[in-house]
């Protein structure tokens, strides 16, 4: 969607909400570490699971979070974004077979990510408009085959922040059936409405739970590739031999830069919530304003936005008619699904972008509402 956006309109027209791709600056604190690690030396390799400051950072940050000990020796692998965390975990905890529950709309990896590892996937479905689960349909799910489950939370495509309650009953199914579970909390920082929970912190789940996050949200660096995960010593050990012979590592200086990122201010995060709330509100209001039927995600950066008003056959049609008639690139939610007629209804909103980026783009969009978008 980007690059046909970029080849049709040019990069001065183009409005992307497709990608979760900021279009504003990093923190210039950032870029002076980064460049610091550079003058100071890393320049080369780092240890395959991940530069010592990096590791010590991110055991450190989540020891306060979760009220234990994380230690960043045994626990703690570096990889190159949360992308390379997943199918590293993938790789290293599921054999073929194995069968690995995954809740949809799901980030477009988990799917492919379980058929590489030559497992199974088994997916439940997350039903709108609340995106809420169906304890039975979950139940059904888990097996003697079940060797784990993927939990994204904050959600993307959603923007579901799942709730203790949820996370409960999967934690209690993991333990019934003997089941692991895998964890991407890459917008853990960006929630609106409830909080993180974390299912490391469940009772007995801390020794099945496989954690994985990074820098690319929280710092807007997606293109540093710098993540991480946390997972007991027995699991982390096969991650890393995966991990080196899939990347060998991630970039060295932009780890210890990221260790410096670490330690922020609580301040910091406070902000990022408030201009996140900022242009989640608006974009939500503007689609709704223009004929969507976009409810305010709980977290994240996406809003999944109904389109049954516009008269489309499906969401392709609709992403394609965007581009090439009024230069905004969406994502279309069939993408999303292991059978796209199940998110035919709807396309997914990105907006980690300048509050001007988004007025520009509901300006374009807001023709639709007269019906303009209708095809012929």
């Not at 909400?17 to 604190?29: C, S």
């Not at 920082?189 to 690319?216: C, F, K, N, Q, W």
């Not at 039927?293 to 516009?310: D, E, L, Q, R």
């Not at 905004?328 to 059978?339: K, L, N, Q, W």
Request: glycine content about 8%.
């Amino acid at each position: 969607m980007t690059r046909l956006n970029l080849e049709l309109n040019g990069p001065e027209r183009a409005i992307n909400f497709a990608q979760g791709m900021p279009d504003f600056e990093t923190d210039p604190r950032l870029i002076e570490a980064a460049a610091k690690a550079m003058r100071d030396g890393h320049n080369q390799y780092a240890t395959t699971w991940g530069a010592a400051p990096l590791r010590r950072g991110v055991a450190h940050k989540q020891s306060l979070a979760w009220g234990r000990e994380v230690d960043p020796d045994r626990e703690v692998t570096a990889s190159c974004g949360a992308t390379e965390a997943m199918i590293a975990t993938m790789l290293a905890a599921v054999d073929p077979g194995d069968e690995v529950i995954v809740f949809e709309p799901f980030y477009e990896n988990y799917g492919p990510d379980c058929i590489l590892s030559g497992a199974v996937p088994r997916y439940v479905s997350l039903h709108p408009p609340e995106w809420s689960i169906d304890p039975d349909e979950l139940r059904r799910a888990f097996n003697a085959k079940t060797r784990a489950i993927v939990i994204n939370t904050p959600h993307n495509p959603t923007g579901k922040v799942y709730t203790r309650a949820e996370l409960e009953l999967i934690a209690s199914l993991c333990l019934e059936h003997d089941a692991i579970a895998i964890t991407d909390e890459i917008y853990e920082h960006i929630v609106y409405e409830g909080e993180h929970i974390s299912m490391a912190t469940l009772p007995d789940m801390a020794g099945r739970t496989i954690t994985i996050s990074g820098a690319s949200k929280t710092f807007s660096v997606t293109g540093w590739r710098v993540g991480w995960i946390i997972a007991p010593p027995v699991l982390s050990n096969g991650i890393r031999k995966v991990h080196d012979f899939l990347t060998v590592g991630s970039p060295h200086p932009l780890q210890v830069a990221v260790a410096a990122a670490l330690e922020f201010p609580a301040s910091f995060y406070v902000e990022l919530r408030g201009d996140y709330l900022e242009r989640r509100d608006a974009m939500v209001s503007g689609l709704n304003e223009c004929g969507f039927a976009a409810a305010a995600p709980g977290g994240a950066y996406y809003v999944m936005a109904g389109i049954a008003g516009f008269g489309f056959d499906d969401d392709l049609a609709m992403a394609d008619h965007l581009i090439r008639n009024l230069a905004v690139a969406t994502v279309p939610g069939s993408s999303f699904y292991h059978d796209p007629a199940l998110g035919r209804g709807h396309l997914r909103f990105s907006f980690p972008k300048k509050l001007d980026t988004i007025e520009r783009g509901l300006e374009a969009l807001r023709g639709l509402k007269q019906g303009s978008a209708r095809r012929p």
